[in-house]
């Protein structure tokens, strides 16, 4: 299970840390990563890390503003937002993976998923 924290209402410009927890074993698996859904619109791929080398992937829209991380012994997965603008505002989800299915941003490549938390950016 995936469980999601961290999201607020932040002004453009600001910051946030998103966290997502795994419960139960020790994630083995091959990749964890962050989507978003914004209101009327679809679920979208931002970033994902590859739990065993760490190397980080990210949508263009994102580069260089925000950061995935994780914390193996914690079992967690987080997303540093910097720069925030009015269009990141979302819904974000973790997801985790098996195996590699060949394209991390698309749904089917993610076995589990969290129930996501809110984004909002406004002034």
């Known amino acids: 299970q995936l469980v999601e924290s961290g999201g607020g209402l932040v002004q453009p410009g600001g910051s946030l840390r998103l966290s997502c927890a795994a419960s139960?074993?020790?994630?083995?698996?091959?990749?964890m990563a962050w989507f978003r859904q914004a209101p009327g619109g679809e679920r979208a791929f931002v970033g994902a890390?590859?739990?065993?080398?760490?190397?980080?992937y990210y949508v263009n829209s994102v580069k260089g503003r925000f950061t995935i991380f994780r914390d193996i012994a914690k079992n967690s997965l987080y997303l540093q937002m910097n720069g925030l603008k009015a269009e990141d505002t979302a819904l974000y989800y973790c997801?985790?993976?098996?195996?590699?299915?060949?394209?991390?941003?698309?749904?089917?490549?993610?076995?589990?998923w969290g129930q996501g938390t809110q984004v909002t950016v406004s002034s």
């Open positions: 139960g074993p020790t994630f083995h698996g091959h990749a």
């Open positions: 890390v590859d739990w065993n080398t760490g190397r980080t």
């Open positions: 997801a985790s993976s098996e195996y590699y299915r060949g394209s991390y941003d698309l749904l089917h490549h993610w076995d589990s």
